[in-house]
């Protein structure tokens, strides 16, 4: 069964929206609003930002190359780490946050959510954040992105109530489907858009091989990589109209 399917059982096919503004009305914006361009980071000046995610780690062996890889583009993400990770690797998660990325909750041991019971749900969210706060003390864990994005009504009422976003993705790499680099570059530098946020992971090494190239070929293009709260900013402060493939939950889902 397709996640796509599933998801239209659970009523929430409209989770997965698409941003469609067309990427020069995207830069007219980008331009015109000093407002918008100070929202973001000196190395998106005259630029348009795309969102960078790497979910399930960290990974000792994958984390800190694609840490130093972002950090040779002048670039910045989210990791949506997996809870049982942080506890094991919580030197990873310091350095995500000392390069200046941010840090997400993405459960603690990657269940599909909609099937656990309530307390279940609620205890895979709170560990998380405890081993998040564990590894990096004062951290502030603001942002949860369910696996599969699979994520029922109730729970995402709950999550908000919390003062957690919950964060989705309308580019999706499939990089655990272990395409070659080059075929990965190829996906991604297609599906980029301005605006979009972009779901990889830290845990597979066809990221790492691959991921270099994607970031100065979209360069190029003149994409900056941005945290989800970056995006989000700048998504406010340009008025960037976005607009969903059906109503329902915006892509960066916050309590308002
Ligand atoms: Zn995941």
């Given at each position: 069964m397709t996640i796509w399917w599933r998801l239209h059982q659970l009523g929430l096919c409209s989770l997965i929206a698409t941003l469609l503004l067309a990427p020069t009305a995207l830069l007219a914006a980008h331009e015109q609003s000093p407002t918008?361009?100070?929202?973001?980071t000196q190395a998106c000046l005259g630029r348009v930002p795309l969102g960078l995610t790497f979910d399930d780690g960290p990974s000792p062996l994958y984390t800190p190359r694609i840490l130093s890889i972002l950090a040779r583009h002048n670039a910045h993400a989210t990791f949506f780490v997996v809870g049982g990770n942080a506890l094991r690797f919580p030197s990873q998660l310091r350095a995500e946050i000392a390069a200046g990325d941010t840090i997400g909750n993405h459960t603690?041991?990657?269940?599909?959510?909609?099937?656990?019971?309530?307390?279940?749900?609620?205890?895979?969210v709170s560990a998380t954040t405890a081993a998040i706060i564990a590894a990096v003390p004062g951290v502030q864990v603001t942002l949860f992105r369910p696996?599969?994005?699979l994520l029922d009504h109730a729970q995402r009422e709950r999550l908000l109530a919390?003062?957690?976003?919950?964060?989705?993705?309308n580019e999706d790499s499939v990089d655990w489907r272990d395409p070659s680099p080059e075929r990965l570059s190829q996906q991604v530098e297609a599906a980029a858009r301005p605006g979009g946020l972009l779901l990889m992971h830290d845990i597979h090494p066809v990221t790492v091989a691959a991921l270099d190239g994607i970031l100065s070929n979209l360069g190029k293009r003149g994409f900056c990589f941005v945290t989800v709260g970056e995006l989000e900013r700048y998504r406010v402060a340009s008025g960037m109209v976005v607009q969903h493939q059906a109503k329902g939950l915006p892509l960066i889902d916050s309590a308002q």
């Open positions: 918008a361009a100070s929202s973001l603690f041991d990657h269940p599909r959510l909609p099937h656990l019971s309530r307390s279940a749900q609620d205890k895979e696996p599969y994005g919390s003062g957690l976003s919950v964060v989705l993705w």
